[in-house]
């Protein structure tokens, strides 16, 4: 067995990375490459979902998905070497999501990442869940840095500034539930089952989106941030009078509108900001995370970017909910720059892509829900 490499020595060409996710409810492990010109190449991307684990609780339970990751990540890393046609000892790192998340399911993979790492001489790259979604669209087209990102997630709701790699600036982020998590909540309410983005999405097929007032969240405020509770509060208290499939399919539309226009007014803020910063040029608008996966959501946000000049990217569906496959191009772009993390790196339940902002305005006081980090 070779010692363990912390120190990454000089960067390779090309980087052949294994990914491995498991911060939330699904175990997922894939093998990227990249080449010395910053093109990625998805080898294999296996993701096994828990959905059905979770199913009859209604939401993630930490500790059964926790334990599902222990049962299926050697297997599901196996299928992505397998499906890649490569060995571990054709790989250059591995690299793990290592937070934010649920923790137990993040210790599940990161230990898994070490051992790998230890057992093989591999350099170990403890990956920021965030930075993964941040990477995503990066996986299937060409974008350069910087552009401006739109994280929508069930766990976060966050423009970010993303200058390069691993150089995020946040410029608004949620302050109470993030929008998959307001989709989530909402869709239970309409007694929808688990995941509840999705199933809304499904609802609202044909609904209009005009026949409920729904609030406006933070309509006087003037900066880039995000507030879903108002409106989760007035959908509970109207699917509550609802009596026919009609009145539950308008409504369903009304509120995946209403979570559509919050995200364009703010998105359409902080483009001007950016591209005041940019002097107008370059300007390119991306959106990741599950949320993403919405088709009014996208659109909403498309027609925001193409009002403000900016060219507007979002990831494949496969690599807009969670994946190892954006985990894998997060460590393979750190890589490519010499960075490499020590085999004692820990599990980080919270972890904020911009340290400065999340100190300066904390979205989270301790004991208050809401948004991961
Ligand atoms: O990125 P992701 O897979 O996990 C987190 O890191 O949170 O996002 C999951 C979230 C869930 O809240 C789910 O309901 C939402 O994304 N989602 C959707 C859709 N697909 C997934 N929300 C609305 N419409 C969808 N089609
Ligand atoms: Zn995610």
Redesign the pocket.
């Known amino acids: 067995m070779s010692p363990a490499r912390t120190d990454p020595g000089p960067p390779e060409q090309v980087q052949t990375v294994l990914g491995l996710e498991t911060s939330?409810d699904e175990t997922a492990a894939a093998v990227v490459r990249l080449n010395a010109a910053g093109e990625a190449e998805v080898l294999s991307s296996v993701v096994a979902s828990q959905i059905a684990d979770h199913a009859p609780y209604g939401g993630v339970v930490p500790e059964i998905a926790a334990r599902a990751h222990v049962e299926n990540v050697d297997a599901i890393a196996a299928q992505a070497l397998s499906d890649a046609g490569l060995g571990y000892d054709q790989l250059t790192g591995v690299a793990a999501t290592a937070g934010p998340g649920l923790v137990g399911g993040v210790m599940v993979g990161l230990s898994f990442g070490k051992a790998v790492a230890l057992a093989r001489g591999l350099p170990l790259i403890a990956v920021n869940?965030l930075e993964g979604?941040a990477v995503s669209a990066r996986l299937a087209a060409h974008l350069p840095y910087p552009f401006l990102l739109l994280l929508v997630?069930?766990?976060?709701c966050q423009l970010l500034s993303v200058d390069g790699v691993g150089a995020c600036r946040r410029l608004g982020s949620t302050i109470d539930d993030a929008a998959?998590?307001a989709?989530?909540k909402i869709a239970k309410t309409l007694g929808l089952p688990y995941?509840?983005?999705?199933a809304?999405?499904k609802l609202a097929q044909g609904g209009r989106p005009e026949q409920f007032v729904l609030p406006r969240m933070l309509l006087g405020r003037k900066d880039c941030d995000f507030s879903f509770s108002g409106l989760k509060t007035a959908a509970a208290r109207l699917a509550e009078g609802l009596t026919t499939e009609s009145d539950r399919r308008d409504l369903a539309a009304c509120v995946q509108a209403a979570i559509a226009t919050q995200l364009a007014e703010r998105s359409d803020r902080a483009m001007a900001a950016y591209a005041q910063e940019h002097d107008g040029a370059g300007l390119r608008f991306v959106v990741a995370?599950?949320?993403a996966?919405?088709k009014t959501v996208r659109a909403t946000l498309e027609a925001a970017a193409a009002k403000r000049g900016f060219s507007f990217t979002a990831p494949p569906l496969a690599y807009c909910?969670?994946n190892a496959a954006m985990i894998a191009l997060a460590g393979a772009e750190r890589l490519a720059l010499g960075q490499a993390d020590p085999l004692d790196a820990p599990a980080r339940p919270r972890w904020p892509l911009d340290a400065a902002a999340a100190a300066a305005n904390p979205t989270h006081q301790p004991g208050r829900k809401g948004a991961k980090a």
Request: glycine fraction near 30%; charge should be negative; include cysteine.
């Open positions: 939330c869940h979604h997630s069930g766990g976060h998959g998590e989709f989530d995941p509840g983005g999705p809304l999405e995370g599950g949320v996966a919405n909910t969670d």
